[in-house]
């Protein structure tokens, strides 16, 4: 099995490819201006009549060799405190408009600003609206969009009968980004449903999402963005009340609470996230599932603490395998709160290729339960154009009052390789997770691997995995590996091996 997997990645195997060019085709300038901007949509402010067009798009679906069927030009400027866009979208007024909700960016008439301020390839943000002014807002990760993520900025739509038009302010503060660097990576799209397109300025292959990092374009500064000075925001919370048991004749009883958060720029790209005694009431509740499986379901994290620069902590291990899964944090295994006392973590880029995390959380015990202390560090170093190594150690660990219990801990220290063509067509990435268990001391890795393909027509991909049965991922996600026998009424621990491939062979009618 080893052996196999040496041979699947070697990265020699590989061949490279020319380097994607629209960081030079596509460029757009931005320049400041003194002029005073209303957010309302009417694009009649001087500044918009002079501010450089990006316009042109391509079509990325259903194809990717032809001009978009409608027009779309863009245009932004900023001052001190805002980045502003103001976009034109010919079309009919028979618009698509699937909901009002916010994130929910997906099919209906919409138009999206994709940035990556660090120019990394690593991660980014993605600010959208539709035609009747829902919003989302997205941090992007290689191949990811994650809409748990919330921010401020302001959107207005107005519709007419052959266009609708936008504009949007977003604050300097609401994002993370190199003071020095006067050229940033940018992206416009999009969605046209009832025309069954998807547009782009920057052209994204069909085969790629239309916000894939490696395909945008350049934003080019008149100067370096200005600072943003102190960015600190805190949300502090009290909350009261009272229980009485009528039935009972119990006398009433009053209870209160009080805590808060904290988000602190320690610089412009590593950011400082505190919580003490926090409350997560203002979370969106998860989707009712009825699970007829034997497995775990796997919903995702909403809530903020966990949020920004959470990639660098997941995308671990293969297939829906993950040492670190943040809601064995705060939330027992029906999704119930179990009381947090304090966390802290620190999280974005060190270097200009370096990310890291880290944190430390603490989870409250009481007669039922042992508290649970939580500590994580991982790091992402970028090679080359699209590649990387990460790192990540974990350790969970159980605490009577204030000592530690001896013996009842978990841990897991991995890392993996990553390695990608400039252009996203091949892929390989191999990567080991050991376990430290008391008690455990053989049987207890994971090692994975894939090897994929996206080309226009042939696409193809082999996943592979092998767990161990003593592989145990208490701060994670490990959904098969503890099975029932009904011959002992038992739950028995069962390594696995696992392998998923897919090829597919796509066809294009020129119509």
């Known amino acids: 099995m080893k052996k196999l997997l040496f041979l699947l990645l070697i990265p020699a195997a590989v061949p490279a490819q020319n380097t994607v060019g629209n960081a030079s085709a596509?460029?757009?300038?931005?320049?400041?201006?003194?002029?005073?901007?209303?957010?309302?949509?009417?694009?009649?402010?001087?500044?918009?009549?002079?501010?450089?067009?990006?316009?042109?798009?391509?079509?990325?679906?259903?194809?990717?060799?032809?001009?978009?069927?409608?027009?779309?030009?863009?245009?932004m400027t900023y001052n001190h405190q805002f980045i502003y866009l103001a976009a034109v979208c010919f079309d009919d007024e028979k618009h698509v408009i699937e909901t009002l909700k916010r994130d929910s960016y997906g099919d209906s008439d919409e138009f999206a600003l994709l940035l990556d301020p660090v120019c990394q390839r690593a991660n980014g943000y993605g600010f959208g609206v539709n035609v009747m002014g829902a919003q989302t807002e997205v941090l992007l990760?290689?191949?990811?969009?994650?809409?748990?993520?919330?921010?401020?900025?302001?959107?207005?739509?107005?519709?007419?009968?052959d266009r609708w038009t936008l504009e949007m302010a977003i604050p300097f503060k609401s994002l993370r980004y190199r003071e020095d660097l006067t050229e940033w990576r940018i992206n416009f799209i999009r969605t046209e449903p009832g025309a069954n397109e998807q547009h782009c300025w920057a052209s994204v292959p069909r085969q790629f999402e239309v916000i894939d990092l490696g395909y945008f374009g350049t934003l080019v500064w008149d100067k370096a963005p200005p600072k943003t000075g102190s960015n600190?925001?805190?949300i502090p919370y009290v909350t009261s009340s009272v229980h009485q048991d009528y039935p009972a004749n119990d006398p009433a009883k009053g209870d209160w609470s009080i805590g808060g958060d904290a988000k602190i720029a320690v610089t412009p790209t590593l950011n400082l996230?505190?919580?003490?005694?926090?409350?997560?009431?203002?979370?969106?509740?998860?989707?009712?599932?009825?699970?007829?499986?034997?497995?775990?379901?796997?919903?995702?994290?909403?809530?903020?603490?966990?949020?920004?620069?959470?990639?660098?902590?997941?995308?671990?291990?293969?297939?829906n395998d993950q040492p670190f899964f943040s809601r064995r944090i705060g939330l027992d295994e029906a999704g119930r709160t179990v009381p947090i006392l304090y966390g802290a973590r620190l999280t974005g880029n060190l270097t200009d290729k370096l990310r890291i995390g880290a944190f430390n959380m603490h989870a409250r015990g009481n007669d039922q339960r042992l508290g649970q202390n939580y500590s994580a560090l991982t790091f992402q170093q970028r090679l080359w154009k699209r590649s990387s190594v990460k790192g990540i150690f974990l350790n969970r660990q159980s605490y009577d009052g204030s000592e530690s219990v001896r013996g009842d801990y978990g841990r897991n220290v991995g890392g993996e390789f990553n390695y990608n063509t400039p252009?996203?067509?091949?892929?390989?990435?191999?990567?080991?997770?050991?376990?430290?268990?008391?008690?455990?001391?053989?049987?207890n890795g994971q090692i994975y691997g894939r090897?994929?393909?996206?080309?226009?027509?042939?696409?193809?991909?082999?996943?592979?995995?092998?767990?161990?049965?003593?592989?145990?991922?208490?701060?994670?996600?490990?959904?098969?590996?503890e099975n029932y026998n009904p011959e002992t009424d038992e739950v028995v621990r069962v390594g696995f091996t696992q392998f998923s491939n897919m090829m597919d062979y796509y066809t294009y009618p020129e119509k």
């Open 451 to 481: 090897l994929a393909y996206a080309g226009t027509q042939f696409r193809t991909f082999l996943e592979v995995q092998n767990m161990g049965e003593n592989y145990f991922a208490d701060m994670g996600f490990n959904p098969r590996i």
């Open 423 to 443: 252009d996203g067509k091949w892929q390989a990435l191999g990567g080991y997770m050991h376990s430290l268990k008391n008690g455990f001391s053989d049987k």
């Open 141 to 161: 990760a290689p191949n990811d969009a994650d809409e748990s993520w919330d921010n401020r900025w302001h959107v207005e739509v107005r519709r007419f009968d």
């Open 232 to 234: 600190i925001s805190v």
């Open 273 to 319: 996230d505190l919580t003490l005694n926090p409350d997560f009431s203002q979370v969106e509740v998860d989707a009712q599932v009825t699970n007829l499986t034997r497995f775990s379901i796997f919903f995702p994290e909403r809530r903020q603490f966990f949020i920004e620069n959470g990639d660098v902590f997941f995308n671990s291990g293969e297939f």
């Open 26 to 75: 596509f460029r757009l300038n931005i320049a400041a201006t003194a002029d005073p901007i209303t957010i309302d949509g009417d694009l009649t402010e001087p500044v918009w009549q002079t501010a450089e067009m990006a316009t042109d798009f391509m079509l990325n679906a259903p194809v990717d060799d032809q001009p978009a069927s409608k027009r779309t030009e863009v245009r």
